[in-house]
């Protein structure tokens, strides 16, 4: 190949990947969401007490009618599956997604079951207390990767969430009182936060 060939054929396939990357960083906002995010963000910070209120007037009716730990373990699992679920549906995307972005993130189908196959495996081993500090890990390098296609403030939450998960597993071993709940609720401030940020950038780009 001659070299003024081989020079188009790059400059070709370096646009090809900037049109990649745009159209992944465009579509990632859509993903991003920041009604979804805030609603996310909300209910994620009170799981607190919505524990609170299971713990204490649910799961000892199902205890008493025999229903098995590991099948309230399961119902709980179905109950917040559907609620963020649920929030998906409430706040759709208005623009379909590129076939780019669909082929790109349908790994991302599979991703729930990572936190809660982690939690239950945790939990089943006598380490519940690392449950919420490994998940905000996990949700730490999710966040990571769409932040390489979406705004800062992602990548830095990502970040915060990575080293708060970290900082989360050291504190564990102070016996700290309901430390999980403190994690769980950075978490949903992490996503109210993104879900602001996205807001007012897009009232800010509306306004322009």
């Not at 597993?169 to 709940?181: A, E, N, Q």
Request: glycine share 6%.
């Amino acid at each position: 190949m001659k070299p003024e060939q081989n020079q188009s054929a790059q400059e070709a396939a370096l646009r090809q990947i900037d049109d990649i990357h745009n159209i992944l960083y465009g579509n990632v906002k859509k993903i991003i969401s920041g009604n979804r995010m805030i609603a996310t963000g909300i209910c994620i910070a009170a799981i607190p007490l919505i524990e609170l209120f299971l713990s204490v007037y649910v799961d000892p009716f199902l205890l008493t009618a025999g229903v098995t730990t590991p099948l309230i373990f399961l119902l709980r699992t179905v109950f917040y599956w559907s609620l963020f679920i649920g929030i998906a549906k409430l706040f759709p995307s208005n623009t379909p997604l590129h076939p780019v972005t669909k082929q790109a993130f349908s790994i991302s189908r599979l991703f729930p079951i990572i936190p809660i196959a982690t939690a239950a495996m945790l939990a089943y081993v006598g380490y519940a207390a690392l449950i919420s500090p490994f998940i905000l890990i996990i949700l730490g390098c999710l966040f990571a990767f769409l932040g390489q296609f979406s705004q800062p403030i992602v990548t830095a939450i990502a970040w915060s969430y990575v080293i708060g998960g970290l900082v989360g597993v050291y504190l564990t071993t102070l016996s700290i009182d309901h430390l999980w709940m403190y994690l769980v609720a950075y978490q949903g401030l992490g996503c109210i936060a993104i879900g602001l940020y996205t807001r007012w950038e897009n009232r800010e780009r509306t306004a322009k």
